[in-house]
């Protein structure tokens, strides 16, 4: 399917006009630009000397003036272009943008709205298409890889922590704002160092030395444990005093939360040095 712009044209409180196109395979900016550059060139074509653009974004308002290099600029430059023929013709001749926020429900912008989602048009064997829209499409696709290869177990492994969001859903890759993870651990080197060694559990405790460094030390120090564990460290070692979890899942909050209260946690005491490997035989 393609995406539809549509402009609707008001003078003296009557619609004189109505136009949508289809917009092609685009982006909501895309579209928006291009519905802007419709309703100016059928406004400018109308004995007219003034324009009120209503729009629920100044910023793509401001895009399709703009004839620098952007993406969308075709859109710019007919605009651009239909504006000066049109402001040339008198110095009384001018143009207003008028921002009406969607939330507002504006009746005449629902209206528009209401025309444009319930038109469907067939992509066709070959639609016009955005570079941004192949742009987001290949960010989707990778994303989608890379989140069905991050569930199997075979690639995130036995021993990762997972948690999750204020949803309480599990946290997956993304790479916008900072991805999922570092948003919150990020603003401390230390912090975000311990946090790593839990969620990968290559920290200092028993059940990653139990595997790699099996002649250390695994026993936790409150002596309630044989192996110092994940699920121990998080529920009822009484160092800690904390009962985070059952299921060994928590929410990324909480985590940070137990990290910042007990700065022991995952982290190498003073007396203590990061195991040295073992040399290759």
């Known amino acids: 399917m393609q995406a539809v712009s549509a402009v609707h044209i008001w003078n003296l409180g009557q619609q004189v006009l109505f136009s949508k196109a289809p917009a092609g395979r685009t982006t909501t900016p895309d579209t928006k630009l291009f519905a802007i550059r419709l309703g100016i060139a059928k406004a400018t074509s109308m004995a007219i000397e003034g324009i009120i653009l209503i729009t629920d974004s100044l910023g793509f308002a401001r895009q399709a003036v703009d004839p620098l290099v952007h993406p969308g600029q075709a859109h710019s430059l007919a605009v651009c272009s239909a504006l000066r023929s049109f402001l040339s013709q008198s110095h009384s001749y001018k143009i ?64 990762f922590l997972p ?6 859903q599990f946290l997956q890759h993304s790479y916008s704002k900072g991805g999922s993870w570092l948003p919150h651990i990020g603003q401390s080197v230390t912090l975000c160092a311990r946090a790593t060694r839990a969620i990968l559990n290559h920290a200092p405790i028993g059940e990653y030395r139990q595997r790699f460094f099996p002649a250390e030390c695994i026993q936790c120090l409150c002596d309630h444990c044989q192996v110092k564990t994940h699920r121990h460290i998080f529920t009822n070692c009484p160092r800690f005093a904390y009962s985070l979890l059952i299921d060994l899942s928590l929410s990324i909050e909480d985590f940070v939360d137990f990290l910042k209260e007990h700065p022991s946690a995952f982290a190498f005491s003073s007396q203590e040095r990061p195991p040295t490997p073992p040399e290759p035989p």
């Open 96 to 159: 207003d943008f008028w921002d009406c926020s969607s939330k507002a429900e504006w009746s005449l912008h629902q209206l528009v709205h209401g025309n444009v989602t319930n038109t469907r048009v067939a992509a066709g064997p070959y639609p016009t298409t955005s570079i941004d829209f192949l742009c987001s499409k290949s960010i989707i696709s990778c994303l989608d890889t890379w989140r069905t290869s991050f569930n199997r177990l075979t690639i995130q492994g036995q021993h």
């Open 163 to 168: 948690l999750r969001d204020r949803n309480q």
